[in-house]
């Protein structure tokens, strides 16, 4: 991989975590004189509970173009995202599943769907994730999310499920 690549890499990166982060918006409060409880302060990291809240950690289908491994640049966001609750949820794992579209012979789409898992997996390791946290599957064309021939369903069905198994 040459400099540049890397260095493009790295701020896309940077650009996607800024992105993912948690906001939180601050409301005023009446001033009162009893003594108030407070929660503890969050440390910014993930919880469980944010895999169903969480806008960006909710998105767990990676679409790919026909017939490639490549990730397309509208998922790094993503990608840092789920990188980020791995670093910050050790204990927690998640395999990919890996798809294809109906075109092909059974072979080559079992594996085009384990490259375009590696491809994700590659993704989230680079963004921070543990390679001991991530297990690749590939389904090929047997788990299709639509039956049509047409391209609006095959392009449903080239895609890489993110399943977290332990959270």
């Known amino acids: 991989m040459n400099t540049t690549t890397r260095v493009l890499l790295a701020a896309s990166i940077c650009v996607a975590l800024a992105a993912c982060t948690k906001k939180v918006k601050e409301e005023e409060r009446p001033v009162d004189t009893t003594p108030v409880t407070t929660a503890p302060v969050s440390d910014g990291r993930y919880t469980p509970a944010d895999l169903d809240t969480d806008a960006c950690l909710r998105q767990r ?3 790919f173009d026909f017939d490639q491994d490549t990730l397309r640049p509208e998922f790094q966001a993503i990608m840092a995202c789920h990188a980020k609750y791995l670093s910050d949820r050790p204990e927690s794992r998640v395999t990919l599943e890996g798809n294809a579209d109906e075109r092909g012979t059974r072979e080559y789409n079992l594996g085009l769907g384990e490259r375009r898992g590696n491809a994700v997996s590659g993704a989230l390791q680079g963004a921070g994730g543990s390679a001991g946290q991530i297990t690749v599957v590939s389904y090929g064309e ?4 639509c ?3 047409n391209e609006s369903c095959w392009q449903q069905n080239r895609r890489v499920e993110i399943v977290y198994t332990a959270k």
Not at 142 to 145: A, D, G, I, N, Q
């Open 61 to 63: 289908t990676v679409y």
């Open 147 to 149: 039956t049509e021939s």
């Open 142 to 145: 047997e788990r299709p999310t």
